[in-house]
Nanobody, 128 residues
């Protein structure tokens, strides 16, 4: 059974940092792109960051570019999201996601429909 399990969320103050982790099990994702999405209350799920299978290419939404960093460790079958300079508008449930295969086109990283596997999410709350 394939599972993605996020951890590292919590309640922080504006300007603080958090590091989210996503541990995958049930299959190797070393040949799959992975990503992070988030969903705030009353809003649609939105793309946050994506990373290619080797980790050589990363993608970010404009709202987090320069503040968040996505990385992966294929030896641990894990992906991470380092979040710095957090803002109240970053408050959301953060989801880890993985493709079922290797995609080259960047559009596959931005679209949640392209991801086959999803975690349950971890809450991030940023107080002002």
């Amino acid at each position: 059974q394939v599972q993605l399990v996020e951890s590292g969320g919590g309640l922080v103050q504006a300007g603080d940092s958090l590091r989210l982790s996503c541990a995958a099990s049930g299959r190797s994702f070393s040949n799959s792109g992975m990503g992070w999405f988030r969903q705030a209350p009353g809003k649609a799920r939105e793309f946050v960051a994506g990373i290619t299978l080797s980790g050589s290419t990363t993608y970010y939404s404009d709202s987090v570019k320069g503040r968040f960093t996505i990385s992966r460790d294929n030896t641990r079958n894990a992906v991470y999201l380092q979040m710095n300079s957090l803002k109240p508008e970053d408050t959301a449930v953060y989801f880890c996601a993985a493709h079922s295969t290797s995609y080259i086109m960047r559009t596959f990283y931005y679209s949640d429909a392209a991801y086959a596997y999803w975690g349950q999410g971890t809450q991030v709350t940023v107080a002002s």
